[in-house]
């Protein structure tokens, strides 16, 4: 197997031709999870399955499975490899779409090299894993892993008031699976980095040993709305300012870390939202990430003690809800060294490092040993059509995953 590639343009054909499904007029890339676009795309990807001789699996919460199980397979557990096919609002086309392409690649390449696995190797495609339309991300592995209802899952309203499970139901991916079918042996993520680390050191692969816990708050603060030229400064109730002050203090006490702590207010909205109003209500999130679990409790612990001094001295109200927690995820020690002897048997450099961003690999490591390897991305840009990885570290990282599953795929 050492001599053995992936078909180099089979997956960059297919990588890009993925990329244009969910094409809208204005040029943006939109496949929002169980939308007509997703549709389309989860039907070529169930083409690409078939045609490659693959059984085709759907579980009910709409998690799309290529089943490769050879004569004597039958019984033990698969080894796994996947990602997801949705994307964010104005995507590129690289993000999730790689790791299931390039699964799929690694079996179709070694099932037409006449290679004998010892135990089935699967392909999968989560449901919903970017989190636009429904909440939360990673909806399709968190179910598959068992950490959130399958019934709640399909009970939940998206952004334009549908439930998840008509949706499905409506594109024809309500599965008949039950999620959790199928418990891997083990699991691998190929990604893009989406951040600047591989580039920047000119490493053209990483081998994921940790990725960061995650906290999602929603912060409400409510002032006076009063009028912004005749009242005094000193007399104000004003939710903007407080706001802001929030902002200021997470971004000066990450700056002052020497971890590697990030806080991020990505949504915020004003009321009334007036130029000459003083705002009554301020309405933001809070993303705080760090990939030491007893570091993001002490983030999350400092952000409420500043919340409650600062309703204190700018006279507000404020309320927090809680809207997403994931703990930090350690991979299996043995696949990501597996990773770092594939990457040095073929020359290449590689470096341990740790996942800044959420992925399907974090909810299956709940149930099985799992790991990611990650590719550069130019200039650390992704969730953006300017998303790019070059088409050799595409292929290469593909060539590292079909290494690794070669060798797992054999263990007893």
């Not at 054909?13 to 007029?25: C, F, N, P, Q, V």
Request: proline share 5%; charged share 25%; aromatic share 6%.
């Amino acid at each position: 197997m050492n001599n053995l590639s992936i078909n180099n343009a089979r997956l960059l054909g297919r990588l890009r031709e993925l990329g244009t499904i969910g094409r809208h007029a204005d040029g943006r890339l939109i496949r929002l999870a169980a939308s007509d676009t997703d549709k389309e795309g989860r039907d070529r990807l169930a083409a690409w399955i078939e045609d490659a001789g693959l059984e085709l699996a759907i579980d009910r919460i709409g998690n799309m499975f290529g089943i490769w199980a050879p004569d004597g397979t039958a019984g033990r557990a698969p080894l796994m490899l996947g990602s997801h096919i949705d994307t964010v609002i104005d995507a590129g086309i690289y993000d999730g779409c790689y790791g299931v392409l390039s699964g799929l690649e690694v079996i179709e390449t070694l099932k037409q090299a006449g290679f004998v696995p010892a135990r089935p190797i699967v392909v999968a495609a989560f449901t919903n894993e970017e989190g636009v339309r429904y909440a939360p991300d990673m909806m399709g592995s968190l179910v598959y892993a068992g950490g959130l209802d399958i019934d709640a899952a399909l009970a939940t309203v998206g952004t334009d008031g549908s439930p998840l499970g008509d949706e499905l139901d409506r594109i024809g991916y309500a599965g008949d699976k039950e999620p959790g079918f199928l418990t891997p042996h083990a699991y691998i993520e190929l990604h893009i980095e989406q951040g600047p680390v591989l580039e920047r050191e000119g490493i053209p692969l990483g081998a994921v040993e940790n990725l960061q816990g995650i906290s999602w708050q929603k912060v409400t603060i409510e002032g006076d709305a009063n009028h912004a030229g005749t009242t005094p400064i000193f007399m104000r109730r004003d939710a903007g300012h407080a706001a802001a002050r929030v902002i200021t203090f997470l971004r000066e006490r990450a700056k002052a870390s020497n971890t590697p702590t990030v806080a991020t207010v990505g949504c915020m909205e004003f009321q009334p939202n007036a130029i000459n109003v003083i705002p009554s209500k301020a309405i933001f999130t809070v993303d705080l990430r760090d990939p030491d679990e007893i570091r993001l409790k002490q983030e999350e612990a400092a952000l409420a003690r500043f919340l409650e001094t600062l309703a204190a001295e700018e006279d507000v109200t404020i309320a927090v809800e809680r809207l997403a927690r994931f703990e930090p995820v350690t991979f299996d020690e043995r696949i990501v060294a597996e990773i770092e002897t594939a990457a040095k048997a073929r020359a290449l450099p590689c470096r341990r490092m740790t996942s800044g961003a959420g992925h399907d690999a974090q909810m299956i490591a709940r149930i099985a040993p799992s790991a990611m390897i990650f590719v550069p991305s130019q200039g650390g840009i992704s969730h953006n059509p300017r998303e790019f990885t070059a088409d050799d570290d595409i292929v290469a990282g593909a060539n590292i995953l079909l290494d690794v599953a070669s060798r797992l795929t054999q263990e007893e």
